[in-house]
């Protein structure tokens, strides 16, 4: 029977690595029926709000959503889409794979899974100016929220992953060395699940500055990475850096009643409507899609394909040093299929 995934091609690059997505996984034979919806940018203009209600009534119903990037405009207007989607639908892990595509790099053998904690810490939302005298944006407070449940549901989740996948280790980021309360009580909690799985996956600490260093002299020797919401965000990109650029980092959103697709990168306003992008990213959210929706071996194929275009080099998108256009690329990984 067909399944039903609500499909946001989002702003910018958006619709034209959605349009390459779809016909990958149609050529692919994924029996997909798509539920097209509008949010981010062109939502607002169209609709005067950033999250229709039809969208978000249509990812509620079909529990699978595959999105492309979304507009959100920097330090002023509406909030960020990709936050309320994550609230909306309490998508608490945010899962990030990256390993290796395009050889010939600094690296030959990183394969990281980096899970963050996606509702909680800095990005909470609470925020306000506060007014001293008549300056009413004198200071500005972010408030970071750390809750027990939120940590132990990521930190589980990243146990979890690591056993399912057959991984051997947990990393936890944290900097309690400062923040000791917020983040000394997502490494106590990361410590106390780290027990229950002795045995099975080792379990090891490292403070979030001395993680970045490690992570670009010696990424080979870190498996799965867990951490805290804004941490997770700046590594994640930083991850993706070392195997080949954004135009190739998949992530999934992943909540009790539904899970949320999508490339980590975001609209490339730079090169939106030329047709040049990469939509390498988001068919391989695509992927991770059809892993969640167990057909795996489908998956499998596709990421097969797009590794052996980027090895042949034929067809390259810019990103990856090639001239391909997005349309030539995903006609190459079809071809392959
Ligand atoms: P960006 O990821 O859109 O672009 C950063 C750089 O990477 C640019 O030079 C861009 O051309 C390049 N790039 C990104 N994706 C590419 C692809 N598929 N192929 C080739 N090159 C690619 O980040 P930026 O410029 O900081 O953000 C632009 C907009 O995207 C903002 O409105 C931001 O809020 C939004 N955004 C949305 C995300 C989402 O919906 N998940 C995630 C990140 C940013």
């Not at 910018?12 to 690595?17: A, E, S, T, V, Y």
């Not at 980096?114 to 408030?143: C, F, M, Q, T």
């Not at 980021?173 to 917020?182: D, M």
Request: proline content about 4%; some cysteine; hydrophobic content about 45%.
């Amino acid at each position: 029977m067909s399944t039903t995934v609500t499909l946001i091609p989002g702003d910018g690059i958006g619709p034209d690595i959605t349009e390459a997505t779809v016909r990958v996984l149609d050529a692919a034979g994924a029996d997909l029926t798509w539920d097209r919806q509008l949010a981010g940018a062109s939502a607002a203009a169209r609709f005067n709000d950033p999250i229709p209600d039809a969208t978000l009534d249509s990812i509620k119903k079909n529990r699978v959503a595959l999105k492309g990037p979304l507009e959100t405009p920097v330090g002023e207007g509406y909030r960020s889409v990709n936050v309320a989607l994550r609230r909306s639908f309490d998508l608490y892990a945010n899962v990030r794979p990256a390993h290796v595509i395009l050889h010939g790099g600094r690296f030959e053998k990183v394969d990281i899974v980096l899970i963050r904690e996606n509702l909680e810490g800095l990005y909470y939302g609470a925020e306000h100016y506060i007014r001293i005298a008549d300056d009413p944006k004198a200071a500005a407070e972010s408030v970071a929220l750390i809750t027990r449940y939120g940590s132990e549901r990521a930190i589980r989740y990243a146990f979890e992953y690591a056993v399912t996948h057959g991984r051997r280790k947990v990393t936890l980021v944290h900097k309690a060395n400062i923040l000791k309360f917020s983040q000394g009580l997502f490494l106590e909690v990361g410590r106390e699940i780290a027990r229950d799985y002795a045995g099975r996956v080792q379990f090891e600490d490292r403070i979030v500055d001395a993680m970045a260093m490690q992570l670009v002299l010696k990424p080979e020797q870190f498996d799965v990475v867990v951490t805290t919401n804004l941490f997770g965000d700046i590594l994640s990109d930083l991850i993706s850096g070392l195997v080949g650029g954004l135009g190739l980092a998949p992530g999934a959103n992943i909540g009790p009643n539904a899970a949320i697709f999508e490339a980590v990168h975001g609209t490339a306003p730079d090169i939106a409507g030329k047709g040049v992008a990469n939509p390498g990213a988001l068919i391989l959210a695509a992927c991770l899609m059809l892993d969640h929706l167990g057909d795996t071996q489908r998956a499998e194929r596709i990421r097969h394909a797009l590794h052996a275009v980027i090895d042949e080099g034929k067809f390259r998108t810019r990103d990856l040093g090639g001239s391909a256009s997005t349309r030539e690329f995903a006609d190459a990984i079809i071809a392959k299929l």
